[in-house]
């Protein structure tokens, strides 16, 4: 519950040429816990681009009139800064002439592009990742420049954009960020997540392919650079509604099964199990139900506490995490707890959230459970995991991450039970410090001996 998130992206086309204005701006309010920093989206009305951006909430962007744009296709991104300060200047879509793109995911190279596009003339007005993409579209069309994008940006992407009154959609080669597509009698829509769909009415039809480029309306696909698929283990286990289906599983059924799976691994004598709001609640559920013993909120979370980990100092987040949670002594007072949470990442917020539940929360003993494998690498494919020496597990054993947190036992799930679980190949660079792109396998070294 540390870690930050990443970007929503949508792209939509109506086939019976309908306003998609409102259905980007619902898919962008379904998409909103991707990233909250700001939103965007552009419609092509026929003859231009428009764009409408801003910070903060979708809610807040987008004003009545702005769903009233006219225009048939369009796309949008509600953004999480994986680079780059949130200026207005970074909101997406990057709009530059006849080309506006959407991008979740992180070019690891971006520095190098960026000076080869400035070589050709190109001037970087943002600190945005889908800026250079916008540029590549621009210099040398859509395939040449997507073929170009797919063999000179290194990093994970999966894309939306409007390139001269059309709209395309490309993911990496190796699939890592998210892409799903659906399709009623009067639009076909591309998202992040299915929950874009399901608010829009339009049924899901599947994964959208990794490597490939696709003429939305046209219906013709270019296959440019396909690898092994490699899908973010942190979308099932922590970044997507519980409601989603994405690589064509459900993220739900997924939960359940990671708690089922630990139970299996890591069950332990106690009286009672609590999430850790919100994403472990699924979790948690079927970690109980596995081992039969109850389940209970004993943590209430106050909403409209922001995120703990913008706060500069360990005082401020310890504090930030006691005005987040409280602990009901009613459910764990004189109880053997175990507490259920997707990943740990620094530590810190785990260790006051043991402290307080052993103190405020009465508990007898507190163990913890955690539903992902140790993070003891940085993500350089767009998820805010930090360095090394800020994860706990690149240099500490469990057994000392135990300690640190002052939990009476820790366990995590094993990469062979998540891979299990998953059933899908996942990307491993964060939980095995495996890498797929030699720019990235590179930086992580150096960054490592740093
Ligand atoms: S390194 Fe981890 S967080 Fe990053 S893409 Fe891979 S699985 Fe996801």
Redesign the pocket.
Known sequence: MEKREECGIVGVYSKTGKNVAALLYRALIALQHRGQDAAGFAVFDGKKIIGRRGLGLVEEVFAEKDLKVEGRIGIGHTRYPTIGNCRVEDVQPSIYKETAVAHNGHLANYDVVKRRLEGMGYRFKATVDSEPLTYYIDKFGIEEGVRRIMGECEG?YSDVAIHKGRLYVFRDPFG?RPLVWGENKDFVMFASESVALDINDIEYKGDFENGVLLDVIEGKKIEILKKERRN???EYVYFSRPDSIINDKSVRDVRIALGEQLAVEAPVKCDVVVPIPDTSRTAAASYAAKLGVPYDEGLIKNRYIGRTFIMPTQEKRKEAVRLKLNPMKEVMGGKRIVLIDDSIVRATTMREIVSIVRNRGRAKEVHVRITSPPIIAP?F???D?PTYKELIASSKSVEEIRKFIGADSLAYLSVDGLKKVIGLP??E??IAGKYYTPFVSKMAEVVKQK
């Open positions: 994970a890592i973010c283990m942190f993500c494919y767009g998820v995991i996942i990307c660079g964060c």
